[in-house]
């Protein structure tokens, strides 16, 4: 069985969890990217270069790769590329490969913040408050209902890339000037949670909640995060999930709020934290090609370990000078770490 991870940037952990994986099944995990130099390119047994999922050929390219490796599953590591591919689920499906992504209306329900936001309300899922009228935002303003500082950011984005904290209405009208496609938010001056979940690809069961504590934030991903075990968190995903019904891996972000938890975004994919959940044992990874062999995955209630706390760091890779193959000097650094 092999596997295409489609836009694998920096995600060398969990490329490598699925090298691991599928080694024990004679598999192979393919990655592919428009930059070269993605380091997970590196790290997989194959790797391709493709455009940019923009590009109006990008389908064809990844087709034409599932056929040159025998691909049996596909997943996407990036929000933009989701709601594509869930577009194409059915299409890949007749081919015999399995895209690994929620429906088309969940993709696009999670991606944009707005509709994030209406959902949760619709469905009585405490969240944040969330403004894409100039208007509404001035009149809560002017009657405190709203107060600064504000967050303003792209209404479809990740990351956290253009996110900005507004303190004064003439700040305000200067993005919103630039920008219409914008929301605009209160800011939560509170701890942030994240949760990985995993949903069975055949059951639709839950069987994996883990939940953790942000410490340190980079570029919107976890840096640094403490695993706890809390209830009430958990049956506030439980209910988003029965709701949501999305499948695969998720990742939820939340914040701790005098009033209790509340849902700040929904990404359906793995979130850049899992590595936290997959090393204290709930392997997604594993459940993903499960499904793929027809198995179903038994819900994991299994304690892991509270309190341990995740800490990445940098590492790097040396290219040679065509920047399409590892140098010997990395080949060798990756055999000392293995």
Same mark, same amino acid.
């Given at each position: 069985?092999?596997?295409?991870?489609?836009?694998?940037?920096?995600?060398?952990?969990? &490329?490598?969890? @699925?090298?691991? /994986?599928?080694?024990?099944?004679?598999?192979?995990?393919?990655?592919v #990217?428009c930059?070269?130099?993605?380091p997970?390119?590196?790290y997989?047994?194959? $790797?391709?270069? &493709?455009?940019?999922?923009?590009?109006?050929?990008y389908?064809?390219h990844?087709?034409?790769?599932? +056929?040159?490796?025998?691909?049996?599953?596909?997943?996407?590591?990036?929000?933009?590329?989701?709601?594509?591919l869930?577009r194409y689920?059915?299409?890949?499906?007749k081919?015999?490969?399995?895209i690994v992504?929620?429906?088309?209306?969940?993709?696009?329900?999670? $991606?944009?913040?707005?509709s994030?936001?209406?959902?949760?309300k619709?469905?009585d899922i405490?969240?944040?408050?969330?403004?894409?009228?100039r208007?509404?935002? %001035?009149?809560?303003?002017? #009657?405190?209902?709203?107060? $600064?500082?504000? *967050?303003?950011?792209?209404r479809?984005?990740? +990351?956290?890339l253009g996110?900005?904290?507004?303190?004064?209405?003439?700040?305000?009208e @200067? @993005?919103?000037n630039?920008?219409?496609e914008?929301?605009v938010q209160?800011f939560?001056?509170?701890?942030?949670?994240g949760?990985d979940? @995993?949903?069975d690809?055949?059951s639709?069961?839950t069987t994996?909640?883990?939940?953790?504590?942000?410490?340190a934030m980079?570029?919107g991903?976890t840096d640094?995060?403490?695993?706890i075990?809390d209830?009430?968190?958990?049956?506030? *995903?439980?209910k988003?999930?029965? +709701?949501?019904?999305?499948?695969?891996p998720i990742?939820? #972000?939340?914040?701790k709020?005098g009033?209790?938890f509340?849902?700040?975004?929904?990404?359906p994919?793995?979130?850049?934290?899992?590595?936290? +959940?997959?090393?204290?044992?709930?392997n997604?990874v594993?459940?993903?090609?499960?499904?793929?062999?027809?198995k179903?995955?038994?819900?994991?209630?299994?304690?892991?370990g509270?309190?341990? *706390?995740?800490?990445?760091? #940098?590492? $790097?890779i040396?290219?040679?000078?065509?920047?399409s /193959? %590892?140098?010997?000097?990395?080949?060798?650094?990756?055999?000392?770490?293995r």
């Amino acid at each position: 069985m092999n596997i295409l991870i489609c836009s694998a940037g920096r995600r060398v952990r969990l &490329v490598q969890y @699925f090298k691991e /994986e599928l080694q024990k099944i004679n598999g192979r995990i393919i990655a592919v #990217d428009c930059d070269v130099t993605a380091p997970a390119l590196s790290y997989a047994d194959s $790797f391709e270069v &493709v455009p940019r999922i923009s590009h109006p050929n990008y389908i064809q390219h990844i087709k034409e790769i599932c +056929a040159k490796y025998d691909i049996k599953a596909i997943l996407s590591l990036i929000d933009p590329e989701l709601s594509l591919l869930a577009r194409y689920k059915k299409e890949f499906k007749k081919e015999g490969i399995t895209i690994v992504v929620s429906n088309k209306d969940v993709v696009d329900i999670c $991606f944009d913040k707005y509709s994030t936001y209406q959902f949760l309300k619709e469905h009585d899922i405490p969240s944040v408050k969330t403004y894409v009228e100039r208007e509404k935002v %001035m009149e809560d303003l002017m #009657d405190g209902t709203l107060n $600064f500082p504000l *967050i303003i950011k792209p209404r479809n984005g990740s +990351a956290s890339l253009g996110i900005s904290k507004v303190n004064t209405v003439k700040e305000l009208e @200067f @993005f919103w000037n630039n920008n219409e496609e914008l929301v605009v938010q209160p800011f939560i001056n509170a701890e942030e949670y994240g949760v990985d979940c @995993f949903i069975d690809l055949i059951s639709g069961v839950t069987t994996n909640i883990f939940t953790k504590r942000k410490v340190a934030m980079r570029a919107g991903e976890t840096d640094k995060s403490v695993a706890i075990n809390d209830q009430e968190l958990k049956q506030l *995903i439980q209910k988003l999930i029965s +709701a949501l019904k999305p499948a695969g891996p998720i990742d939820v #972000d939340c914040f701790k709020t005098g009033e209790g938890f509340v849902v700040s975004e929904i990404n359906p994919r793995f979130g850049g934290g899992y590595l936290h +959940a997959h090393e204290m044992g709930q392997n997604f990874v594993e459940n993903i090609i499960n499904n793929l062999m027809g198995k179903l995955n038994s819900i994991n209630e299994e304690p892991y370990g509270e309190g341990t *706390i995740l800490v990445k760091y #940098d590492h $790097f890779i040396i290219l040679n000078s065509s920047q399409s /193959e %590892m140098s010997s000097v990395d080949n060798k650094l990756k055999l000392q770490l293995r």
